[in-house]
């Protein structure tokens, strides 16, 4: 069931913004039109390649052999790091991410040589006829062994404030507990692809399925030994990403670029599912720990959280990933004396890297799982000690130092109390509860307060690209990338708004480092508001020319012109849209401009760590429902209520779309898709019959999203928020539903610990430990204290 408001009438080009208008692609994409990468027919002579990738997860090459594979009919040449014309590190921010090696193995996978050849499959059979010899040694795929080694691929970093640990041990209550949070494969449904073709002046036109066009411009550029300038990526649309082709769709793009450079042909590199599980990063696993201390009612007086991330073989974005982590281990809770302290783990595996949330989610789970013990351990409702410890006036200030400025939480959670009949159901689970012996119901409301910006502050900028031909016809390029959230429909619609004409006319086309120069990466929620407002300032460029223009051309006072429905009206009468453009071409008046957008306000010092990141706060609900069954630890999803804040919204459905797509993405992140490696570290769920991701059977039976009514007070694109981050930390719910549920066979007097993802194993297993902690109680033992350190 869906609930958004638009009040604005369709018919009028004056309220584009705020209207659902339907996704630019959308009946592309259904009836098959919707052209990708792989789906460009491939020019002639073209050729494709596939990268030999390590059979060990650590160790050294002692040989090579490519004689078998040259062999083969259609093996046009094998290239190797001594190929590698400039840089063979293509690290997107600290050095350390390898684009082929020919010595150490970091992890299973690694990309060796490059096999080029005729046809894809001729090249992925050449792929594994290359015989390479190893010198394997002890990889470190534990967690638990990198943070005793103090092994980092970036050095800690930490929040303090006040004395944490004196207030914990000053406080009437402590609590502890520990987590560990799975990772999660990004399972786009295009996977990694880029073609690159060699120009007449040397240079190199790459079309690539990325995030960051301009990042692949640069690396591209770095690896074959060129400038900037003569290379152009082009990127239309992917197939999906959620973070997975921030810095990740790289490497593949180098690579074609290198065959294309040797060759002097195009060629085309696309793995295959299982080889793009087992060669690109995941959302970073953490393990954490947590002391809180509290007073009777459940006020929190201070926190000491260890944070750690299993970042891979090297930096990648661990070290923005970690910070985010730690700016969000607070969530929406005021903690007046906290250290939290964050590691990044260096391991044997593939480079961890961006998702959907950037590390907030797994800082966000430790204050739900906290506040939460803190119920169970007092005996009240979880929902309490959440409204108890909301930011409020006054106890407003962030572990980082950042004052929060809007305090909506306390009204959303009353609205969602009052219309999803919270304290009512709650009544009538544990009524349930206490006669249904195998079937357990649960039930939680957790909030996300999730902060806006690039943590990194040079990427807080964008630009856009808007021109008007002499019909009336506009249009647009921008640095953003369309991934299916809906990003060119918006910007659409801003210009469309800006200029007061119809959608129809307005066409926003392929992100193109030749368009838009220096573009940021698609990613922190950032699409909207940064591109968009590069689009509304180009928009209002050309706007104000021909104002300018009409006022002198017509003789009228410049305070009477504006443009309505399509036309220009003035004191003297009105003309229509295209007329007035064509009369400003005729007149010799620029109808293109650029236009730029950098944040403003945000800034971070290290050293004191301490600084305002965030331009602003997005926040949300969610109320879960969920049953368990004891016996099997199997678990559904009943129910679903959620209240989302957007801000003004640009465009109701889309957000709504994205909500939903982000809660259950979420959800799926905590209750199925379980990334499992072997002792050796190579990844055993390395396909969709071996890892599991939410399918239409696990949508809530009730699935209800409403958007919340409010402006953002930041000076943001038509006073918009961001969507597409946010919502997904809102199925953490689910998970706190999960332990409310297992926490029932205690009379909520205990809860296990949870780790996620909360698979039908695990969560049997907090149901054993539920029913272990029961007996000692009942027998009179004190082996089991309320601490929620049961690991499950």
Request: charged share 20%; proline share 4%.
């Amino acid at each position: 069931m869906r609930h958004f408001k638009t009040d604005k009438p369709s018919g009028s080009t004056n309220n584009a913004i705020g209207s659902s208008f339907i996704h630019e692609s959308a009946v592309k994409q259904v009836i098959g039109k919707a052209a990708y990468i792989d789906d460009r027919p491939e020019e002639v002579n073209s050729l494709h390649a596939y990268p030999v990738l390590s059979t060990i997860s650590s160790g050294k090459i002692l040989s090579i052999d490519t004689s078998d594979a040259l062999q083969i009919e259609g093996v046009v040449a094998i290239y190797g790091t001594q190929d590698i014309p400039g840089k063979n590190d293509i690290g997107p921010v600290f050095s350390g991410d390898i684009l082929l090696t020919d010595d150490v193995i970091e992890y299973h996978s690694q990309p060796i040589l490059l096999v080029v050849a005729t046809s894809y499959q001729t090249a992925r059979i050449a792929a594994r006829k290359v015989a390479i010899e190893y010198q394997e040694t002890a990889a470190v795929i534990d967690i638990k062994e990198a943070i005793a080694n103090k092994s980092w691929v970036r050095p800690p970093h930490a929040l303090h404030r006040g004395d944490a640990q004196q207030a914990i041990k000053d406080a009437t209550h402590q609590v502890s507990g520990e987590l560990y949070v799975g990772g999660q494969e990004h399972f786009y449904l295009e996977g990694q692809v880029s073609i690159a073709t060699p120009t007449e002046d040397g240079g190199m036109f790459i079309q690539s399925s990325s995030q960051h066009p301009s990042e692949v411009q640069h690396l591209v550029a770095k690896v074959l030994n060129q400038p900037f300038n003569y290379i152009t990526v082009e990127m239309r649309r992917m197939g999906g990403a959620f973070g997975g082709k921030e810095t990740q769709a790289a490497p593949w793009a180098c690579l074609a670029a290198l065959a294309a450079y040797y060759t002097g042909r195009s060629v085309k590199i696309r793995l295959s599912r299982s080889d793009d599980f087992k060669s690109t990063g995941k959302r970073h696993p953490f393990y954490n720990t947590y002391q809180v201390g509290f007073d009777d009612n459940g006020l929190i007086t201070g926190v000491d959280i260890d944070i750690n991330g299993y970042c891979g073989y090297s930096p990648d974005l661990s070290d923005a990933i970690v910070d985010r982590a730690l700016f969000h281990a607070d969530n929406a809770y005021y903690y007046p004396n906290a250290h939290i302290n964050g590691n990044r783990c260096k391991t044997n595996t593939v480079s961890n890297t961006a998702f959907r949330g950037f590390g907030g989610p797994q800082g966000m789970i430790m204050a739900e799982q906290l506040v939460d013990d803190i119920a169970y351990y007092l005996g009240k409702d979880p929902l309490e000690i959440r409204k108890l410890n909301l930011y409020a006036p006054g106890r407003d200030l962030t572990p980082y130092k950042q004052k929060v400025e809007q305090f909506i939480l306390q009204d959303m959670i009353a609205q969602m109390e009052q219309e999803s009949d919270y304290w009512a159901r709650k009544a009538a689970i544990e009524s349930f509860n206490k006669t249904s012996p195998i079937i357990k119901k649960g039930l939680s409301l957790t909030p996300v307060k999730f902060g806006i910006s690039f943590t990194v502050q040079h990427l807080n900028q964008a630009g856009a690209l808007v021109v008007i031909y002499s019909d009336g016809t506009v249009h647009v390029n921008h640095g953003g990338t369309e991934m299916g959230q809906g990003l060119n429909t918006k910007i659409a619609q801003i210009v469309a708004q800006t200029l007061s004409i119809d959608m129809q006319h307005i066409l926003v086309n392929a992100t193109r480092t030749d368009k838009v120069p220096n573009t940021s990466p698609t990613a922190a929620s950032s699409g909207t508001d940064l591109n968009g407002m590069a689009a509304l300032n180009a928009a209002n460029t050309i706007k104000e020319r021909l104002f300018e223009f009409a006022a002198k051309h017509f003789d009228v006072k410049p305070d009477s012109l504006a443009l309505v429905d399509n036309q220009l009206t003035h004191e003297k009468g009105q003309i229509s849209f295209a007329e007035l453009i064509n009369l400003a071409y005729l007149n010799r008046i620029s109808l293109s401009s650029t236009g730029f957008y950098a944040t403003p306000e945000i800034y971070y010092d290290r050293e004191k760590a301490e600084g305002h990141p965030f331009f602003y706060y997005a926040y949300g609900i969610a109320l879960s429902e969920v049953e368990i069954d004891v016996l099997t630890g199997e678990n559904t999803v009943t129910r679903v209520d959620i209240l989302h804040d957007v801000g003004n919204s640009i465009n109701p459905a889309l957000d709504v779309g994205q909500i939903e797509g982000a809660f259950i993405q979420g959800m799926g992140w905590l209750t199925t898709e379980d990334l499992s490696w072997n002792d050796n570290g190579v990844l055993a769920s390395n396909a969709p019959a071996t890892y599991k991701i939410p399918a239409i059977g696990d949508t809530p039976a009730e699935f209800n999203v409403t958007l919340y009514d409010s402006k953002n007070p930041a000076t943001t694109v038509f006073k918009s928020k961001a969507v597409g981050e946010p919502p997904f930390m809102l199925g953490i719910s689910v998970w706190s539903a999960l332990r409310n549920a297992v926490a029932s066979i205690t009379d909520y007097q205990f809860a296990p610990s949870l780790n996620t993802p909360a698979t039908a194993e695990c969560v049997l297993g907090a149901v054993q430990v539920a029913k272990d902690w029961l007996q000692d109680q009942k027998s009179g033992k004190q082996g089991t204290d309320k601490k929620g350190t049961g690991d499950a």
